[in-house]
C-alpha cells in the first residue's frame, strides 16, 4: 500500500530497478539504468517479457484506416478513425519510456497505468493523422458516388446499339431481361422496343418433359402477359421451342398483343389447339410465315386459317407426317397463292419417307414459289388427269433442294419436270440422289447457277452403282457462275475427272469458285494442280478418302495459305 502513494516521477524511479536487476549494478546512477532499459527492451531477457512483448505485439489493431496514393506513386497509411494509443500506424511518442518501465510491477500497476496513459495523448497523436488524411484524400481519392456511375454516363442510343449488336448475336432473351435490372438507365435502353422485334423463348423456368407446379405454372403465365404488354409491341418475329405446356396459351397472347407479327415459329413443342390458330386469324393480320416443325398440332384448326387468310401467307415449313400431309394437299388447290417458301422435312428416325407430290398443280398454285425444299424426303410425282399442260413451272424458284440420306427414286425426268421453267436457279442440291446423271443436268435452263451439292452420303449403293461418265458437261456449262461444288462419293473415272477440272481452271472468271468437295473420289494429283493453281479464291477444298492422292495430301484444307502450300507438294 506504500508503493500507491508516490506520485508519476517516483514511481519510474521505483521501477527501473526491479527492470535493470540482471546487469548486477546497484547504484551506479542514471546511465548505467539507461542502458539497461535499451537492451531490456530491444532484447528481452527472460521468459515473462518474451510473454509480454508478444502480447502487445499481437494485440488487434483498430480498423479504420484508409490507403491511399501519395506523391511518386506511394502508398500513404493513415489511420482516419482510431485516436487510440498504441496503434500500429502511428509512431512512439516520449511517453512511451515510461510505458516500459512499468512492464516490471505487477499487472494490476500495469493497467492502471496503460489507462491513465491512453488518455493523455490522444489530442495528440490524432491532430497530425487527420489532417493528412484530408489532404490526400481531396487529391488522390475518388468520390465514392463516381465509383460505379461510369455506365450510367453513356448516352441512352449508345446503350441500345450496343445491346442490339448482344441481340443480333445472343438473341433478346434473356439477354434484355438481365440488363435492364441493373440501373434505370439501362432498363431504359433494355425497354427499347426496337430490341424486341426478334424473340425467342425457350423452356426459362423448367426443363422440357418435367412436370409443372401450379404455382410454377402460374409464374409463366403472368411473366409471358407482362412482356407481351411492355415489351412486344414492336414484334416481328416469334419463337416457341421445347414448350410441353401452355404453348396455346402463349401463342394468343402473343397474337392479342402484337399487331405487328409477321413470322411465327413453333419448335419442338405439343398442344397447339384449334383456338390459337382463330386468334391468329382475329389479330394476326400481318402473318407472312409459320413453322411448325417438329410439333404436334391440330391440323384442322391451320386449315381452318389456311382457308381464310391462306392468301396472306408466304412461308410454310412442317414436317412430314400421316396427318400433316393434309396440308400440302390444301395448297396444291390454291390456299396459298402467294407462296413463296415451301419446306417439307421429316424426322432423321422416320421410316414412312415417301411423300405424293403433284407438281404440276403446284407449279399452278403457286407460281411465286423462290425456295422448295424437300429435306430427307423421298418424292413420289404423281400426275393430275385434268392437268393443263400448258404450265410455266416455276418461274421465279431460285433454289431447290432435294437431299437425302436415304435411296432416292428422282430421275432426270422428274427432275426436268420440276425445273423446266426455272430459269433463275441458283441453287440446286441433289445430295442423295444418284440416278441423276451429268447429261441430265447439263440440259436444265438454269444458266446461272451458284451451288451444286451432289454428292453421295450414307447411301448403302454407293459402291455398287456403276462409274458415271461426262462430268465436263457440268463444269464447263456452269464454270462462270459456280461458287461452291459437291460431288463427294462420285464414281467418275480419272480422265473424267481430269477434263471437267479443267474446264474450272480455265474460267474467264476463275476467282468464282471457293469451295470444291472432291471426298472419295478419284482425283489424282495431274487433275488438281491445275484447280489449285489457277483458282485464287479458293478457300475449302476437301480430299479426304482419295485413294489416287499420296497419303500426306488426303485431308480437309481451310484457307488460301493452306491451299497454297499444298501446290508445293502437287
Given at each position: 500500500m506504500e508503493a500507491e502513494a508516490p506520485t508519476h516521477s517516483e514511481r519510474s524511479e521505483d521501477t527501473t530497478p526491479s527492470t535493470s536487476s540482471t546487469s548486477g549494478q546497484g547504484e551506479d546512477g542514471p546511465k548505467?539504468?539507461?542502458?539497461?532499459?535499451?537492451?531490456?527492451?530491444?532484447?528481452?531477457?527472460?521468459?515473462?517479457?518474451?510473454?509480454?512483448?508478444?502480447a502487445r505485439v499481437s494485440r488487434p489493431v483498430p480498423l479504420g484506416y484508409t490507403v491511399h496514393q501519395g506523391e511518386d506513386m506511394l502508398l500513404v497509411i493513415s489511420s482516419s478513425t482510431s485516436q487510440y494509443d498504441g496503434s500500429a500506424w502511428t509512431s512512439q511518442k516520449k511517453g512511451s519510456k515510461k510505458k516500459k518501465l512499468t512492464k516490471g510491477k505487477g499487472k494490476g500497476k500495469a493497467s492502471q497505468i496503460k489507462k491513465k496513459k491512453t488518455v493523455r495523448p490522444k489530442p495528440k497523436v490524432a491532430n497530425n493523422p487527420v489532417v493528412k488524411e484530408n489532404e490526400d484524400t481531396n487529391l488522390f481519392v475518388p468520390q465514392?458516388?463516381?465509383?460505379?456511375?461510369?455506365?450510367?454516363?453513356?448516352?441512352?442510343?449508345?446503350?441500345?446499339?450496343?445491346f442490339q449488336m448482344v441481340v443480333v448475336q445472343d438473341g433478346a432473351v434473356p439477354f434484355l431481361c438481365r440488363v435492364g435490372r441493373v440501373c434505370r438507365l439501362w432498363n431504359a435502353a433494355a425497354s427499347s422496343p426496337v430490341l424486341w422485334r426478334k424473340v425467342t423463348v425457350g423452356h426459362c423456368w423448367i426443363a422440357p418433359g418435367k412436370t409443372q407446379l401450379?404455382?410454377?405454372?402460374?409464374?409463366?403465365?403472368?411473366?409471358?402477359?407482362?412482356?407481351?404488354?411492355?415489351?412486344?409491341?414492336?414484334l416481328r418475329n416469334f419463337s416457341l421451342c421445347h414448350w410441353k405446356k401452355n404453348v396455346t396459351y402463349a401463342v394468343e397472347v402473343v397474337s392479342q398483343f402484337c399487331p405487328h407479327l409477321r413470322s411465327l415459329k413453333i419448335s419442338y413443342c405439343t398442344?397447339?389447339?384449334?383456338?390459337?390458330?382463330?386468334?391468329?386469324?382475329?389479330?394476326?393480320?400481318?402473318?407472312?410465315?409459320?413453322?411448325?416443325?417438329?410439333?404436334?398440332?391440330?391440323?384442322?384448326?391451320?386449315?381452318?386459317?389456311?382457308?381464310?387468310?391462306?392468301?396472306?401467307?408466304?412461308?410454310?415449313?412442317?414436317?412430314?407426317?400421316?396427318?400433316?400431309?393434309?396440308?400440302?394437299?390444301?395448297?396444291?388447290?390454291?390456299?396459298?397463292?402467294?407462296?413463296?417458301?415451301?419446306?417439307?422435312?421429316?424426322?432423321?428416325?422416320?421410316?414412312?419417307?415417301?411423300?405424293?407430290?403433284?407438281?404440276?398443280?403446284?407449279?399452278?398454285?403457286?407460281?411465286?414459289?423462290?425456295?422448295f425444299r424437300m429435306l430427307?424426303?423421298?418424292?413420289?410425282?404423281?400426275?393430275?388427269?385434268?392437268?393443263?399442260?400448258?404450265?410455266?413451272?416455276?418461274?421465279?424458284l431460285e433454289e431447290l433442294c432435294i437431299a437425302t440420306t436415304s435411296y432416292s427414286y428422282m430421275t432426270d425426268k422428274d427432275l426436268w419436270d420440276i425445273l423446266f421453267g426455272s430459269t433463275r436457279l441458283r441453287v440446286l442440291d441433289l445430295r442423295?440422289?444418284?440416278?441423276?446423271?451429268?447429261?441430265?443436268?447439263?440440259?436444265?435452263?438454269?444458266l446461272e447457277l451458284e451451288c451444286l451439292f451432289w454428292g453421295q452420303y450414307f447411301c448403302s449403293n454407293v459402291g455398287l452403282s456403276s462409274p458415271k461418265k461426262e462430268l465436263h458437261m457440268v463444269t464447263q456449262k456452269w464454270s462462270r457462275t459456280l461458287q461452291q461444288l459437291d460431288i463427294a462419293n462420285q464414281l467418275f473415272s480419272e480422265e473424267d475427272l481430269e477434263i471437267a477440272m479443267s474446264h474450272l481452271a480455265q474460267a474467264s472468271q476463275a476467282d468464282t469458285l471457293h469451295s470444291l468437295n472432291l471426298s472419295g473420289t478419284r482425283i489424282t494429283p495431274p487433275a488438281l494442280r491445275p484447280v489449285v493453281g489457277q483458282t485464287t479464291a479458293l478457300s475449302y477444298l476437301n480430299l479426304s478418302s482419295c485413294r489416287y492422292l499420296p497419303r500426306g495430301i488426303k485431308r480437309i484444307y481451310r484457307g488460301q495459305e493452306d491451299i497454297r502450300q499444298l501446290l508445293d507438294k502437287l
Open positions: 548505467t539504468k539507461k542502458v539497461s532499459l535499451k537492451r531490456t527492451t530491444s532484447k528481452p531477457t527472460n521468459a515473462k517479457s518474451k510473454k509480454r512483448k508478444k465514392k458516388t463516381t465509383d460505379h456511375r461510369w455506365g450510367q454516363s453513356l448516352p441512352e442510343e449508345v446503350l441500345v446499339s450496343i401450379p404455382k410454377t405454372e402460374m409464374k409463366i403465365k403472368e411473366t409471358f402477359d407482362w412482356m407481351a404488354q411492355n415489351r412486344f409491341s414492336q398442344g397447339l389447339a384449334v383456338t390459337a390458330f382463330q386468334s391468329l386469324s382475329l389479330h394476326s393480320q400481318s402473318l407472312q410465315g409459320i413453322d411448325l416443325q417438329y410439333s404436334e398440332f391440330q391440323v384442322e384448326g391451320l386449315l381452318e386459317y389456311l382457308e381464310n387468310h391462306g392468301s396472306q401467307i408466304k412461308q410454310i415449313l412442317f414436317t412430314h407426317g400421316i396427318k400433316n400431309d393434309r396440308l400440302l394437299s390444301a395448297i396444291t388447290k390454291g390456299s396459298c397463292p402467294d407462296l413463296e417458301l415451301l419446306e417439307v422435312n421429316t424426322k432423321l428416325d422416320s421410316k414412312d419417307c415417301e411423300l405424293p407430290v403433284f407438281i404440276h398443280a403446284l407449279q399452278m398454285a403457286c407460281p411465286k414459289l423462290k425456295t430427307n424426303v423421298r418424292p413420289l410425282h404423281k400426275t393430275m388427269r385434268n392437268s393443263a399442260d400448258s404450265t410455266l413451272g416455276f418461274p421465279l442423295g440422289c444418284s440416278r441423276i446423271t451429268p447429261s441430265g443436268l447439263s440440259s436444265l435452263p438454269c
